[in-house]
């Protein structure tokens, strides 16, 4: 069983930056993958970023790539996220997820943290 806790989230002004951490907790013996989604008020949860258990990443292409990066810490079980260049439509609770076979973008992950709210004013 896996337990996971997002810290870090809160209100940034835009063009700020935050780092959302991911602690997971309870003995595993899979090298599970994680990653972060978020949810903004009245729209789906949609995916941010992945990182497998060696470290490789993927992050959105088209709004994300290049000021969100995913990284993680296997000996501490966290799981980080840098947010830079941040703008008021990345408003949202960001969940942190975690998945022995890699993160999915719809609700397979095995499990999900309570999330953090990420708050950009203009």
């Known amino acids: 069983q896996v337990q996971l806790v997002e810290s870090g989230g809160g209100l940034v002004q835009a063009g700020g930056s935050l780092r959302l951490s991911c602690a997971a907790s309870?003995?595993?013996?899979?090298?599970?993958?994680m990653g972060w989604f978020r949810q903004a008020p009245g729209k789906e949860r949609e995916f941010v970023a992945a990182?497998?258990?060696?470290?490789?990443?993927?992050a959105d292409t088209d709004s994300m790539k290049g000021r969100f990066t995913i990284s993680r810490d296997n000996a501490k079980n966290t799981v980080y996220l840098q947010m830079n260049s941040l703008k008021p439509e990345d408003t949202a609770v960001y969940y942190c997820?975690?998945?022995?076979?890699?993160?999915?973008?719809?609700?397979?992950?095995?499990?999900w943290g309570r999330g953090t709210q990420v708050t950009v004013s203009s």
């Open positions: 997820a975690a998945n022995p076979s890699g993160i999915v973008r719809g609700k397979g992950n095995a499990y």
């Open positions: 309870g003995r595993t013996f899979s090298r599970y993958a």
């Open positions: 990182i497998s258990y060696y470290g490789e990443s993927t």
